[in-house]
């Protein structure tokens, strides 16, 4: 009974078991950080935890070892374990082993020491003459290097205690080996100088290989692999283990061509804005420069427009004025001329009133002749044929003449004319025009009789070593303040409303203006509506000596 119970146990019972999940699955002792004997002698690593994580899943149906690798492949082979953890892919298909999918992937790269070099790259393994290189007796390896640099020199190792100590030699250019063991062998024997590049080859995918005689095995590894990786179990695992190692080196000069290729592209790129920014500036600035110069002009012509526009107003305002005063100070003295000469042929007038009638023609004829001397003269200084015709002419003489002209026509309104000698030097003379003198006295004492009705009108004159000073005063109807400049000008009379009473077309003071200027002296006037009017007049001349003071009273 007792013998029939182990045979059962042993043929029936026991490989149940195994098939029911007592997997056995190994891993080499000696590959930190994947998996190894911690200084405790304790087994872990980053394989170790996803086994366990793996377990911890199917009910711990995987029991894991740690043994020497030639032990593990031939136990592997005979059968006595199921699988083994921390294998690289062959990259051939193998009928007696599954693996399973990549548990993690592992890739090789330079270590260099940093006492001797600050940077390395492939291009610089490239480049070297002859580099010497330390790596694992592995043909791998060496052919990859090869094809880097067929000159390479090696040194082979055993180990990575031999691999970094080679590093020490200062003819060693660089060491391959798997990065993230490499870095933590570095990091756990001391070796500070070793650094890693960031340049990797070799990557491979490390995972399961498990006996073809346990799919189910297989099965669980590939099912377990896919939760933990779902549910971030793995992802601790390997922040715990790996992540350490497989951190890139951050240097400067990684990304010295990116920096210097950006730099360039970034300069390019600030170059040609500024060149459009200078040439925008300058365009702007002569668009501106342009726009101002056109707006200036604009301004001008505005202006010359306005001027323009304003003197086109008066000249028209002008030429009504000089129609409608010319019309009445033609047509007045004409119809006289007519209207008398036609009671002359009649013979039914005695000569007495015949010769008022003569009178009064000779009168109109004499209103038409000053209205086209006026209008003649005016024409003259307007189109500038008017010119100087200098002579000696004596003052004194001249006004005594003037006086007594206009005698007869104050004693005929009952005023009185007095013609009044200032100082003057001796002779009386001067040398100016005597035409235009002559035109600016008559005028306005021709005005200072007609704007007056009772008192009297003055000449006075006085003549200097420099000057011949005139004022020709009247007690007449005045002339308001408001009024007192415009007066100078053509065709304007100081008050409408007695035009139809005063005889004059408005052009007598403006041509004494002109003339007085042309003569090279200034006019002025005093004037109070009711009261009387002085006008009064200076000119340059030159006299020799003589100071005399004659009161020349001439009465009307
Ligand atoms: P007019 O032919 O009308 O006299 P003027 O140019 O000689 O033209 O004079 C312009 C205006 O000035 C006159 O119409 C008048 O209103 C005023 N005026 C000129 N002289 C005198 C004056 N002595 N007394 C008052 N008003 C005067």
């Known amino acids: 009974m007792r013998t029939i119970f182990y045979i059962l146990l042993f043929t029936l ?36 935890d996803i086994i366990k994580a793996i377990n911890n899943i199917y009910d711990n149906r995987i029991k894991i070892s740690i043994g020497d690798w030639e032990e593990i492949v031939s136990l592997l082979d005979s059968g006595e374990i199921q699988a083994v953890a921390g294998v690289h892919y062959p990259g051939s298909s193998d009928e007696k082993y599954f693996y399973t999918r990549s548990v993690i992937s592992t890739s090789h790269c330079f270590f260099y020491n940093s006492d001797y070099r600050s940077f390395l790259s492939v291009e610089d393994i490239r480049t070297e003459q002859r580099p010497k290189v330390v790596l694992w007796e592995n043909d791998v390896l060496e052919h990859y290097m090869l094809s880097l640099n067929p000159n390479s020199d090696f040194i082979f190792v055993n180990n990575y205690e031999e691999l970094f100590k080679a590093l020490q030699r200062e003819d060693v250019v660089c060491a391959i080996a798997q990065k993230n063991a490499g870095k933590y062998f570095a990091k756990n024997l001391n070796f500070n100088f070793v650094q890693a590049t960031n340049d ?7 995972g399961f290989k498990v006996s073809s005689e346990y799919p189910e095995l297989a099965e669980i590894l590939n099912n377990g692999l896919e939760i933990i990786m779902a549910n971030g179990t793995y992802q601790q695992i390997y922040d715990k283990w790996i992540r350490e190692f497989d951190k890139p080196v ?4 990684y ?15 600030i170059g040609i804005l500024l060149f459009f920014n200078r040439l925008l500036k300058k365009q702007v600035r002569q668009k501106t420069k342009h726009l101002q110069h056109q707006l200036e002009l604009n301004n001008i012509i505005r202006q010359e427009l306005e001027i323009a526009k304003v003197r086109a107003e008066v000249s028209d305002q002008m030429k009504s004025a000089f129609l409608a005063n010319m019309s009445h100070e033609i047509r007045t003295p004409m119809n006289g001329i007519l209207g008398f000469s036609e009671l002359l042929k009649s013979a039914d007038y005695g000569s007495e009133e015949q010769s008022y009638y003569i009178s009064l023609i000779q009168k109109s004829g004499a209103r038409m002749l000053s209205t086209i001397n006026n209008i003649i003269d005016i024409s003259k200084i307007e189109s500038g044929a008017e010119k100087l015709i200098l002579k000696d002419l004596d003052l004194k003489q001249m006004i005594q003449e003037i006086g007594e002209f206009f005698s007869v026509e104050a004693k005929e309104k009952g005023i009185e004319l007095v013609v009044e000698k200032g100082d003057c030097i001796h002779p009386c003379k001067i040398r100016t025009d005597e035409y235009k003198l002559h035109s600016i006295l008559t005028n306005l004492l021709k005005n200072a009789i007609k704007f007056t009705y009772k008192g009297k009108v003055t000449i006075n004159f006085s003549i200097s070593e420099t000057f011949a000073r005139f004022a020709i005063s009247d007690t007449g109807i005045g002339i308001s303040k408001d009024k007192q400049e415009v007066i100078f000008n053509q065709f304007v009379r100081a008050d409408i409303s007695y035009s139809s009473e005063f005889e004059g077309s408005g052009l007598g003071l403006s041509i004494t203006k002109e003339y007085v200027k042309m003569l090279g002296g200034i006019i002025w006037l005093e004037s109070e509506p009711e009261s009387g009017s002085t006008f009064y007049i200076e000119i340059p001349c030159k006299q020799p000596h003589s100071q005399e003071n004659i009161l020349s009273h001439i009465s009307a």
């Open 200 to 206: 990797v080859f070799l990557e491979r995918n490390m």
């Open 13 to 48: 019972i026991l490989p149940r078991l195994n098939a029911m999940g007592q997997y056995h699955v190994m891993v080499s002792h000696n590959y930190p950080p994947y998996h190894f004997y911690n200084t405790n002698g304790e087994m872990v690593g980053f394989n170790i």
């Open 250 to 253: 951050n240097s400067w000069r």
């Open 255 to 269: 990304y010295i061509k990116d920096i210097i290729i950006g730099g360039i592209v970034l300069s390019l790129i």
